[in-house]
């Protein structure tokens, strides 16, 4: 017959051998990744990449946070986007896309939840085809950029 005392001793062995149950679940690891590019800003505030689209690949559902930082140019009014490679029309779709409020920098700042994909990370100074600058020249000026993202 067992007495409660050894009970105890039994189910304390087990909780020490098991943990008490009581911990909390760790949150997902997160990654904080950088990508720098150059684009060039044209006098209709949209951008070109001579280089590519600078690109970042989420694996995993959940948060995501990504600051730009830039040298302002004096008189524009950007704006930072992240939308889905694999989406055509999901850049310029706000439900498809992480977008920071517009700003003359030097950051700016998009976050929300997306899903995995490859996505880019994108600048522009140009809203509903109405250009946010007025005095670029018509050969465009070099915008130099770096992005930092953080997701699971």
């Known amino acids: 017959m067992r007495t409660a005392a050894s009970v105890i001793v039994a189910l304390a062995s087990t909780l020490t051998a098991c943990g008490s149950g009581t911990a909390s679940p760790s949150a997902p690891s997160r990654t ?22 600078p690109t970042i690949v989420v694996r995993q559902r959940g948060p995501v946070d990504a600051t730009v930082t ?20 999901a850049c310029g779709t706000p439900a498809l896309h992480l ?19 490859t996505y880019y ?12 600058c007025s ?3 018509v ?4 915008l130099f950029y770096s992005v930092s993202v953080t997701h699971p």
């Open 99 to 117: 977008e920071s409020p517009r700003g003359p920098g030097p950051t700016l700042t998009a976050s929300g939840t997306l899903a995995p994909d």
């Open 135 to 137: 005095t670029v020249p």
């Open 70 to 89: 830039f040298s302002p140019t004096a008189d524009c009014q950007f704006y930072f986007v992240v939308c889905s490679t694999t989406i055509p029309s």
């Open 32 to 53: 904080t990744e950088t990508v720098s590019t150059t684009a060039t800003l044209r006098p209709d505030g949209s951008t070109t990449y001579p280089t590519g689209f």
């Open 139 to 142: 050969s465009g000026i070099d």
């Open 121 to 132: 990370l994108l600048m522009s100074a140009r809203v509903g085809g109405v250009p946010l």
